[in-house]
């Protein structure tokens, strides 16, 4: 059974920094594709990054030069460095996995609990 946990999540103050870490249960050479989303109340869960297995990123606007995400084969964990972070950053980040590529790259076959993310002004 594959499991995602995330971790890194807590409260930090705008133009701050947060590390998030998504362990998985097995290899995670068996994605090909992983990614983080955010769930912010009253709102749609929103695609912020993609990583391949391959390492090719993909990001969204709004993160864009704030968001970095990466992967270590070694520890079967997939990280997303935020810095900078703005209270519209607030929100519950989620990791996802696809057992399989498919286009366009929106994992969605496994997914961890979630880690909440609180950025203050």
């Known amino acids: 059974q594959v499991q995602l946990v995330e971790s890194g999540g807590g409260l930090v103050q705008a133009g701050g920094s947060l590390r998030l870490s998504c362990a998985a249960s097995?290899?995670?050479?068996?994605?090909?594709?992983m990614g983080w989303y955010r769930q912010a109340p009253g709102k749609q869960r929103e695609l912020v990054a993609v990583i391949t297995r391959d390492g090719m990123t993909n990001y969204v606007d709004f993160v864009k030069g704030r968001f970095t995400i990466s992967i270590d084969n070694t520890k079967n964990t997939v990280y997303l460095q935020m810095n900078s972070l703005k209270p519209e950053d607030t929100a519950v980040y989620y990791c996802?996995?696809?057992?399989?590529?498919?286009?366009?790259?929106?994992?969605?076959?496994?997914w961890g609990q979630g880690t909440q993310v609180t950025v203050s002004s």
């Open positions: 996802a996995a696809d057992g399989a590529t498919r286009w366009p790259l929106r994992p969605r076959d496994y």
């Open positions: 097995g290899s995670i050479l068996s994605f090909p594709v």
